[in-house]
């Protein structure tokens, strides 16, 4: 977050980081200590847990004054109210849905706009760093995650559908540079550099795909991707049927 004359609010420590990421991510509704301690510490939380929550809370109160956002303590524990327009997430989610809005109404151009921005707020997997052993961070952080890889699974289509293709590629190398074991997204970039003129770039980009998938994961490509290496092989047009059903 930042404060109202630009800079940004820098917490040292972890659990500050953590508290705060989850209040926003649950802002505007209350949230019991319970919760809070589950999502600091796990299952098992220390007995120091509910005094250094309280102390925590109290740090973060001080270092957010300045935000225009305040946490106010309720009957069963905690509340976050931030500005709308003070959250990175709250503005992709409005540029998301401004994208899925204008692609129903087949206004393509609009809806590049519109998940362009919405990509561009992001710098990295979701949550990153701050996950640690907290299970309710790494499922919100897996629930956004997902949504930035729909978003730019659809930017690329939408780049395509437009004939943009140095566009999708571009957008897709970030992609893969964030999530390299994605293969819906190596499809993605197939087609777009098949479709491009660039036949041997889209067979170098499945090699890449099995290097990173074999020494990473130990796997090889999966079956729908195979296939769609084939195709390329065969300079038969990959359809937008191949890039949907190559997800893993």
Same mark, same amino acid.
């Given at each position: 977050?930042?404060?109202? =004359?630009?800079?940004?609010?820098?917490?040292?420590?972890?659990? $500050?980081? &953590? $508290?705060?990421?989850? !209040?926003?991510?649950?802002?505007?509704?209350?949230?019991?200590?319970?919760?809070?301690?589950?999502?600091?510490?796990?299952?098992?939380?220390?007995?120091?847990?509910?005094?250094?929550?309280?102390?925590?809370?109290? !740090?973060?109160?001080?270092?957010?004054?300045?935000?225009?956002?305040?946490?106010?303590?309720? @009957?069963?524990?905690?509340?976050?109210? /931030? @500005?709308?327009?003070?959250?990175?997430?709250?503005?992709?989610?409005?540029?998301?849905?401004?994208? /899925?809005?204008?692609?129903?109404?087949?206004?393509?151009?609009?809806?590049?706009?519109?998940?362009?921005?919405? /990509?561009?707020?992001?710098?990295?997997?979701? #949550?990153?760093? #701050?996950?640690?052993?907290?299970?309710?961070?790494?499922?919100?952080?897996?629930?956004?995650?997902?949504?930035?890889?729909?978003?730019?699974?659809?930017?690329?289509?939408?780049?395509?559908?437009?004939?943009?293709?140095?566009?999708?590629?571009?957008?897709?190398?970030?992609?893969?540079?964030?999530?390299?074991?994605?293969?819906?997204?190596?499809? =993605?970039? !197939?087609?777009? #550099?098949?479709?491009?003129?660039?036949?041997?770039?889209? $067979? /170098?980009?499945? $090699? &890449?795909?099995?290097?990173?998938?074999?020494?990473?994961?130990?796997?090889?490509?999966?079956?729908?991707?195979?296939? #769609?290496? &084939?195709?390329?092989?065969?300079?038969?047009?990959?359809?937008?049927?191949?890039?949907?059903?190559?997800?893993?």
């Amino acid at each position: 977050m930042r404060r109202a =004359d630009g800079g940004r609010v820098e917490l040292r420590r972890l659990k $500050l980081r &953590q $508290l705060l990421a989850y !209040m926003l991510l649950n802002r505007g509704r209350a949230v019991s200590t319970e919760r809070l301690s589950s999502a600091l510490w796990g299952e098992r939380p220390p007995a120091s847990a509910h005094g250094n929550l309280k102390t925590y809370v109290s !740090m973060l109160r001080n270092e957010l004054r300045a935000t225009g956002a305040s946490i106010r303590t309720v @009957p069963s524990g905690y509340r976050l109210d /931030a @500005p709308q327009d003070s959250l990175d997430v709250v503005r992709f989610e409005e540029h998301r849905a401004a994208g /899925a809005a204008a692609l129903a109404r087949g206004d393509h151009a609009a809806a590049a706009r519109h998940l362009r921005a919405a /990509a561009e707020l992001w710098r990295g997997p979701a #949550l990153e760093d #701050l996950v640690g052993e907290s299970e309710a961070l790494r499922n919100a952080a897996t629930l956004l995650d997902d949504r930035l890889i729909e978003t730019l699974h659809r930017l690329a289509a939408v780049y395509r559908r437009l004939g943009e293709y140095g566009e999708a590629v571009a957008w897709l190398r970030v992609a893969l540079a964030i999530y390299p074991l994605h293969e819906r997204l190596w499809a =993605d970039l !197939m087609i777009a #550099l098949y479709e491009d003129g660039r036949r041997g770039d889209a $067979l /170098a980009a499945y $090699l &890449q795909c099995r290097d990173v998938l074999t020494e990473q994961l130990g796997v090889e490509p999966g079956p729908r991707l195979a296939e #769609l290496h &084939q195709r390329i092989l065969a300079a038969r047009p990959p359809t937008f049927a191949d890039a949907r059903g190559a997800a893993r």
